[in-house]
């Protein structure tokens, strides 16, 4: 039968703010179950590709699809609902809430925070929603958060605050899972624990992945295949191993 397409593709991303090209020409798709790394030095378009395919900043030329489908343009809301979660650079968790409230928000928000009240009568006005509770219970016992879901999120070290996010991304049961900088601020051992996750969420719940990362030694850890940006266009792609040593990409690394 017909090979399925593919879980994302992206054709001739462009996306402009005022005069400013961030992004152009950007190519890539990733397949069912892949890890796809999206690497570039700070400014390089990495978000604005993310934002575009998850609807916050439309593309102003190219086109994006899902699962064959064509989502340009689609807003983030229906994008989320489309089977797509993300997860912030900088940590979008709300203080003064718990581990498990925070979790718990996933089942019902896929955007920014302000939509919080309207999330929160949700589930205070849904309360026998099990198919909610098991899913959040699951991912909580997944990702090893048992021991501190009734913690604030305020005082929890970074590394536990990036695996509440990525609870959070997972219990909207995604099957593309966009991650943007999971591992910034860990240490080896927190990287560690992240880079299982990722693998395993993969094995497991046959999620794909779009990987941006910083560490080098993730992308090539984890990665299938990878692509990498500067000043907004592309400037290598294929097997994390190659690209990496890829003289324009050390040039990008090492100059910028
Ligand atoms: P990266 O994620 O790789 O650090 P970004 O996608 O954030 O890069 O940024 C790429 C370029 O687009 C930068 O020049 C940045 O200033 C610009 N840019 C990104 N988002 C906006 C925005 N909302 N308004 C204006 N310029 C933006």
Redesign the pocket.
Known sequence: HAKAPPVLECRGIERR??G?V??SGVDFSIHKGEIFGLV?P???????VTNAITGF?PPNKGSICLDGKDITGTAPHKVAKLGVARTFQNLALFNGMSVLENILLGRHIHMKPGVLPTALYWWVARPSEIRNREVVEEVIEFLQLESIRNELVDGIPIGLKKRVELARALVAEPHLLILDEPMAGMNQEEKGYMARFILDARAERGISVLLIEHHMDVITGICDRMLA?NY?EMIASGIPKEVVKDPRVVEAYIGG
Do not use: E
Request: no cysteine; proline share 0%; glycine share 32%.
């Open positions: 703010f005022g400013i961030a992004v570039g700070n400014g390089s378009g990495k978000t604005t900043y940006l907004g």
